[in-house]
């Protein structure tokens, strides 16, 4: 099976295009491909597919398997995957996903890309938590460790809760994000964003991902943290958001309402492996 791999901010992700054949046991596959040690090695596998209501189809598997709705880093790299790939000459994009139809469009030389991601709501889940109601989205506190915390839960196509610290010092981030990813306050799992605001139009974020745990940089995650940062009136509606990986630019339209992410995207590499010595068989 051919295969490249492509990053944005150094969240990386193995690119198979399913146009001809596409790959079957997508979830047990990802597993195996992301594998740092015995596979390629990746956050996630994103599948590259026609679509009957968009130019394409995109599905994203995380590193330890699970179906993600959306992704934003994925999206850049996909923008410029189908453009390197031939399979289209259009700047401007429609992207199928699982949270709905996202527009995306080559920038400058072409190698960053502007990714619309639509109107981000204010809720911690689809699935309402029983005795309580999943649009209770900001300052909610969230005990680990005996210390309680206040997050603003934002979905900009997946579920974020982002975390405003003062410093990161002394702070261990991923292991309160690991708790919190699984927290029963959020019954479809989060992501997860530790938010150091340096000035109203910028910050430095960290990131725990859902399913895939640290990530040098998430997207939608910054998107997600920008929202959070207007709401409770900390960032202006147009910041820089440093990440691990980079930075990423990120603009909440005031005219329509929607979430505008720009950054980079690139290939580092193509490669082909033997799927049937990749797969477990058991
Ligand atoms: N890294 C991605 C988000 C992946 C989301 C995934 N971890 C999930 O929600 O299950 C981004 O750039 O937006």
Known sequence: MKFSKWHGLGNDFIFVNGFEKAPINLQQLAETLCDRHFGIGADGLVLVLPSTQ???RMQ???????????????TRCF??????N????KNELTIETLAGIIHA??????????VNLGEPKLKRSEIPVSGDSASTAINVPITINDI?????CVSTGVPHCVIFVDSFQ????????????????????????FIQVINRSEMIMKVWERGAGVTLACGTGASASLVAGVLTNKTDRKAVVHLEGGDLQIEWEEATGHVLMTGPAVESFVGDISIENSVATD
């Not at 031939?86 to 000459?89: A, D, I, P, S």
């Not at 469009?105 to 502007?114: A, F, I, M, P, T």
């Not at 309680?148 to 603003?152: I, L, M, P, V």
């Open 105 to 114: 469009r080559l920038v400058g030389d072409g190698s960053e890309v502007k």
């Open 86 to 89: 031939g399979l289209t000459k």
């Open 60 to 74: 994203i598997f995380n590193s330890d398997g699970s179906e993600a709705q959306m992704c934003g880093n994925a």
């Open 170 to 193: 002394g702070l261990d981030w991923q292991n309160i994000g690991k708790k919190i990813e699984i927290h029963p306050l959020f019954p479809e799992k989060t992501n997860v964003e």
């Open 54 to 56: 968009a130019d394409f």
């Open 148 to 152: 309680t915390y206040n997050a603003t």
């Open 79 to 84: 923008s410029r995957y189908v453009h390197t």
